[in-house]
């Protein structure tokens, strides 16, 4: 059982940024694949952005040009930079690891965009 903690999490107006991290205590960090999902009131978790071993990265298609996902293996950290938020983008964001066919959530952040 992979432990992750979210922060940053916060209520922001339109046009805004925030950053959120996702530490991961006593794990080989550098052999998972990391990612952000979000889940919205009344809608299905889904994806916003991962990032490979290698540094790969990969966005939905919503927050393309607008989020950053990074990686520090050295601080088991992973962070989502997010800029030039909606309120179309308020939802619980949840970190997830990837290891072969394993996964482990964090608890979530929420996050809240007023217009």
């Known amino acids: 059982q992979v432990q992750l903690v979210e922060s940053g999490g916060g209520l922001v107006q339109a046009g805004g940024s925030l950053r959120l991290s996702c530490l991961a205590p006593?794990?080989?960090?550098?052999?998972?694949?990391m990612g952000w999902y979000r889940q919205a009131p009344g809608k299905q978790r889904e994806l916003v952005a991962t990032?490979?071993?290698?540094?790969?990265?990969n966005y939905a298609d919503s927050v393309k040009g607008r989020f950053t996902v990074s990686r520090d293996n050295a601080k088991n950290t992973v962070s989502l930079q997010m800029n030039s938020l909606k309120p179309e983008d308020t939802a619980v964001y949840y970190c997830?690891?990837?290891?072969?066919?394993?996964?482990?959530w964090g608890q979530g952040t929420q996050v809240t965009v007023s217009s």
């Open positions: 990032v490979s071993t290698s540094g790969d990265t």
């Open positions: 006593g794990i080989i960090f550098r052999i998972y694949a």
């Open positions: 997830i690891a990837f290891y072969k066919t394993s996964n482990d």
